[in-house]
């Protein structure tokens, strides 16, 4: 049977996949209630352990191995979780939200994200989307209807549709996004985003680029 959604762990961060689009976001779990869900659960790299108490049991995540998990949600809502089993360094703040919703509502959200990434809507967005695209910030992350197409870091193609930042570490703004950018190790020690040391006006520039991204 295929899987509806399909996540894989990373250090330290959720891939999220939704296979009847070909949708992938990252960290916000979207799902609708009143129906019978597969979850196709994997790793990248260490072992993890999905859990949401409210929604049924754990389920490790193993290199190399695919586990599975069903669920199905009665109620609209946000229910929280965490990675359950150590996963190194920022095992802590490897959160999980779920969002559940009505079905209308969620496919909603599922079109709305299947669109490509929104054009830059000012003249420092535009930098920074070209900043984003030349600097190593491509190299990494992939926006959907740009240049930017790898997938060792999270989808950043609706990154602004996101209520938070790093798992829950940080509320999902364009300050934060800018801290975020200028200096990673600071905020999240260990975690594979290296500083660049950009020039702050090039910081600003991504983030506020980053931040039209809904």
Not at 18 to 33: C, D, G
Not at 66 to 72: M, R
Not at 176 to 201: R, T, V, Y
Request: aromatic share 8%; hydrophobic share 40%.
């Amino acid at each position: 049977m295929k899987p509806d959604v399909i996540i894989t762990g990373h250090q330290w961060w959720w891939e999220v996949e939704y296979p009847s689009t070909k949708m992938v976001t990252a960290n916000e779990v979207h799902l609708p209630v009143g129906k019978q869900l597969l979850l196709e659960l994997r790793t990248k790299d260490v072992i993890h352990d999905w859990w949401v108490p409210e929604l049924g049991n754990k389920m490790d995540m193993i290199l190399n191995r695919t586990n599975f998990l069903w669920v199905n949600i009665n109620k609209p809502g946000d229910y929280i979780g965490a990675c359950s089993e150590f996963c190194g360094a920022q095992h802590a703040w490897m959160r999980i939200k779920v969002v559940a919703q009505s079905t209308a509502d969620y496919n909603n959200w599922l079109m709305a994200n299947t669109k490509k990434a929104a054009e830059p809507m000012d003249k420092e967005a535009i930098a920074g989307k070209e900043l984003f695209q030349n600097k190593s910030c491509a190299g990494c992350h992939r926006i959907e209807g740009t240049s930017a197409i790898a997938v060792v870091g999270p989808d950043l193609t609706h990154l602004a549709g996101r209520q938070y930042l790093l798992t829950g570490l940080l509320a999902n703004n364009e300050s934060n996004l800018n801290d975020w950018i200028n200096h990673p190790q600071q905020i999240k020690s260990g975690a594979h985003m290296p500083d660049f040391m950009l020039e702050k006006d090039s910081v600003r520039a991504i983030a506020h680029y980053l931040s039209q991204l809904k």
